[in-house]
C-alpha cells in the first residue's frame, strides 16, 4: 500500500511538473522524499508535539487571566506569545502531516499564499513579543522605581495591539507584492510547507520588488529588534552584577533565563535558516531547520515558561485541579 501511494505521488508531481501556463491552481508539497518506513512514526511523533503544544500553549492562555500571581504585565506577554505559538503551529503543523503521510500533496495557490502570509505575520509577532518582554525585563531590573509608572496596563496593552499590528501589516505588503508574481511551471516545492525561497524560485517574473521588500523587514524586524534585546541585557547584566547579595543576583537572573533562552533558540534557528549562506546546505538540512522553528519551538517556550517560573506552575496546578 505504501508503495502504491509512493508510486500515485511520484505520478501526480511528473503530470502538474509539465504544466506550463500562468493560472494553474495548485502547488506540490513533496515534504520529506526519503522516509521509508519512518512516515509513521515521524507522523504520531509529530501529531503528539503537536497535540502537546496545542494544549501547552492553551493552559498559559487560560491561567493567565484567572490568576492573581499572573497579573504582571510579562505574564500578559507570554500569554500572547502562546497565541503567536498556536497560530504558528496551526498553519503549518496539520498540512505538514498529511504531505508527511501521503509522501507529498497538493496545495492550492489561494492556500499555499494563505499559509505563507500567516507564517509571514506570525514571525514577525513573535520577534515584536520578545523585544516587548526584554524592554519590561529591563524596566523590572534597571528601573524597578518607575517599572509601575511606565509598563502600567494601558502601556501594555499597546504594546501588544503594536506587536500584532506590525505582524499582520508588514506580512500584507510583502503579500500584496507575491500576488503581483506569475506563476509559470513547474509547481512543485521542494517543501513541507509553502515557504518563500522555494515560491520564488518557482516564478517567472522579476521577484526584485519582493526580494527588497523581505530584506527590509528581515532589517527592521529581525537584526534591529535582535540587536535592542542584545543591548537591553548587556543593560540588565550590568545592573544585576551590581547587586551585592548573591542571593538577589540569582533572583534577578532567575527572573530573566526563561526569555533568554527561548529568544536563542527562536533567534538560533531563523538566523541559521534565512541569514546564514544557502550554499553548501542541502535542502533536507534546511527542511528540519524549519521543523524545528514551526513545530518544535511552539512546544519549547510554554515547557521553558513553565518549568522554569514557580507562579506559572501553581496557577496551572490549581487551574486543572480546581483548587483554590
Not at 524597578?144 to 508588514?170: C, D, E, I, T
Not at 533562552?261 to 533536507?284: D, E, K, M, Q, W
Request: with cysteine.
Amino acid at each position: 500500500m505504501d508503495e502504491e501511494t509512493s508510486n500515485l505521488t511520484s505520478q501526480h508531481v511528473q503530470n502538474f511538473s509539465k504544466i506550463n501556463h500562468t493560472n494553474f491552481s495548485q502547488f506540490i508539497l513533496l515534504g520529506f522524499q526519503d522516509l521509508h518506513v519512518l512516515r509513521i512514526p515521524i507522523f504520531m511523533l509529530l501529531t503528539i508535539t503537536y497535540f502537546a503544544t496545542i494544549v501547552g500553549n492553551l493552559l498559559i492562555i487560560a491561567v493567565v487571566p484567572t490568576s492573581r500571581q499572573l497579573c504582571l504585565p510579562m505574564y500578559r506577554f507570554l500569554s500572547h506569545l502562546s497565541i503567536c505559538d498556536i497560530l504558528i503551529s496551526t498553519n503549518i503543523v496539520p498540512n505538514t502531516l498529511q504531505v508527511i503521510l501521503l509522501g507529498g500533496s497538493p496545495l492550492s495557490f489561494s492556500g499555499c499564499l494563505t499559509q505563507l502570509y500567516f507564517f509571514g505575520a506570525s514571525a514577525i509577532i513573535e520577534c515584536c513579543l520578545l523585544s516587548v518582554m526584554s524592554y519590561d525585563r529591563y524596566l523590572a531590573i534597571c528601573k524597578p522605581l518607575h517599572y509601575s509608572a511606565v509598563m502600567n496596563y494601558r502601556v501594555s496593552h499597546y504594546l501588544v495591539v503594536w506587536s500584532w499590528l506590525v505582524g499582520f501589516l508588514q506580512s500584507m505588503v510583502t503579500h500584496s507584492l507575491i500576488l503581483q508574481l506569475q506563476f509559470c511551471g513547474p509547481n512543485v516545492i521542494d517543501h513541507f510547507f509553502c515557504d518563500l525561497p522555494p515560491l520564488l524560485a518557482l516564478s517567472c517574473s522579476d521577484t526584485s520588488a519582493v526580494e527588497i521588500a523581505v530584506s527590509i523587514v528581515s532589517i527592521v524586524v529581525g537584526i534591529l529588534q535582535l540587536v535592542f534585546i542584545m543591548v537591553t541585557y548587556i543593560c540588565i547584566s550590568a545592573s544585576v552584577l551590581q547587586i551585592s547579595s548573591s542571593t538577589g543576583r540569582q533572583k534577578a537572573f532567575s527572573t530573566c533565563s526563561s526569555h533568554l533562552t527561548v529568544v536563542g533558540t527562536y533567534y538560533g534557528t531563523l538566523i541559521t535558516l534565512y541569514l546564514a549562506p544557502s550554499r553548501g546546505y542541502s535542502f533536507n538540512f534546511n527542511k528540519v531547520l524549519s521543523l524545528l522553528n514551526t513545530v518544535v519551538t511552539p512546544l519549547f517556550n510554554p515547557i521553558i515558561y513553565t518549568l522554569r517560573n514557580r507562579d506559572i506552575k501553581s496557577s496551572i496546578g490549581k487551574l486543572v485541579f480546581m483548587k483554590k
